[in-house]
C-alpha cells in the first residue's frame, strides 16, 4: 500500500502530464493562428460569419499563447484552466451537429467526423484538469502557497 506521500506524488505527476498535454493541444492552434492567419479568418467567417482582419486573428492567438504558457506553469490555475477549456469548448460547440454522426463516411470511403472525436476527449481532458487542480502539487501556484511535494 502506497503511502499518502507517494499517492501526492503520484497525482503530481499525473496532473503534470495531463496539463502539459492540454496546453500542447491548444498551445499548436493558437501558433498556427501566427503562422496562418488566413486560415482563421475564413474558419470564423464559415463557422461564425463573422468577418476577422488578420490583426484581431494575431491578438487571439496571443491571448491564446499566454494561457497556454501558464496553463503549462501552472500559474492562475483556477482561471487559466478554466480558460483553457472555455476555448475548446466553443471550438467542440461550434462543430456540434458532427457529434451527432462520429461514423459518417464520405463518398471515397473516408470517415470525416473522426477528429471530432479527438476534440471531444481534449475538451473532457481539460474538465478533468480542472476539477483535479488542487491537486496539481507541481505547479507554480502550488510552489508559491508552500505545497509543492
Keep these: 500500500m502506497k503511502s499518502p506521500l507517494e499517492n501526492s506524488a503520484q497525482d503530481a505527476l499525473a496532473l503534470l502530464i495531463l496539463r502539459v498535454g492540454c496546453a500542447w493541444f491548444i498551445f499548436v492552434w493558437a501558433v498556427n493562428k ?3 492567419p488566413a486560415q482563421y479568418q475564413q474558419l470564423a467567417k464559415h463557422f461564425d460569419q463573422i468577418s476577422l482582419d488578420e490583426s484581431t ?15 503549462f506553469l501552472g500559474w492562475a490555475r483556477l482561471y487559466t484552466y478554466a480558460l483553457l477549456a472555455m476555448i475548446h469548448g466553443y471550438t467542440v460547440y461550434r462543430q456540434w451537429p458532427k457529434y451527432l454522426d462520429p461514423f459518417e463516411i464520405n463518398d471515397r470511403g473516408f470517415p470525416i467526423n473522426r477528429n471530432v472525436s479527438i476534440s471531444l476527449c481534449a475538451l473532457l481532458a481539460m474538465i478533468a484538469l480542472w476539477l483535479l487542480r488542487h491537486r496539481d502539487h507541481w505547479s507554480v501556484d502550488a510552489k508559491l502557497r508552500g505545497k509543492s511535494r
Aim: aromatic share 6%; glycine share 6%; proline share 0%.
Design 57 to 71: 486573428v494575431l491578438i487571439i492567438a496571443g491571448v491564446q499563447v499566454v494561457i497556454c504558457v501558464c496553463v
Design 34 to 36: 501566427f503562422l496562418a
